[in-house]
Every structure is written in structure tokens, then in C-alpha cells.
């Protein structure tokens, strides 16, 4: 997935886009099936420390609109790993 990220010009240092990414390897990757076909989603993930972190930071436009199956990135830091994660989380709106 790293690869196709390079490959797609999808990765940059220092970038304002959010659609651009640092380092992949900072992300949590769910695969999700959305329907109904209006349905617009977005992930939250929870930490073990409490900590929350959002795949559309709060911004509209980065939640997903598209039915079927789709790969949603949520950033979360490199301390936290599988274990320390207690939740997550699909927003829906319609």
C-alpha cells in the first residue's frame, strides 16, 4: 500500500494537504463496506491512554461518500499500537 502511495504522489514532507501523507506507516487502515449508497463516514479511533484521533479531522470534505468497500486512514502515533488501541469507532451521516 506504501508503494502505491509513492506511485499515486500521495506522499510528501511538510505538506498542508491532508490528503498528502508524511509516512504512511503512521496510519491505521480499516477496510469498511458503507451502504446505504447516501451515507457519508468517518473513523474514530480510541487509545488506551484516552486519546482519541479522527480519520477526517473534523473536516467534511475528508469523510468518505462512496458505497461498497473502502480503505479509511486514521493517523495515530507511532506509540500506539495494536494493544493500545480500545475502540474504534464509524461515524455515519445521511
Known amino acids: 500500500m ?36 447516501s451515507a457519508t463516514i468517518a473513523l474514530d479511533v480510541t487509545a488506551a491512554d484516552g486519546k482519541s484521533y479522527s480519520s477526517d479531522f473534523g473536516f467534511p470534505s475528508l469523510r468518505v461518500n462512496r458505497p461498497g468497500f473502502v480503505r479509511i486512514a486514521v493517523y495515530v502515533p507511532r506509540d500506539v499500537n495494536s494493544e493500545a488501541i480500545n475502540t474504534i469507532w464509524v461515524r455515519s451521516w445521511s
Do not use: W
Open 2 to 37: 506504501v508503494e502505491e502511495m509513492i506511485r499515486e504522489g500521495r506522499t510528501a514532507r511538510n505538506s498542508i494537504d491532508p490528503a498528502i501523507v508524511e509516512d504512511p506507516r503512521d496510519y491505521l487502515y480499516v477496510e469498511v463496506y458503507n451502504d446505504p449508497h
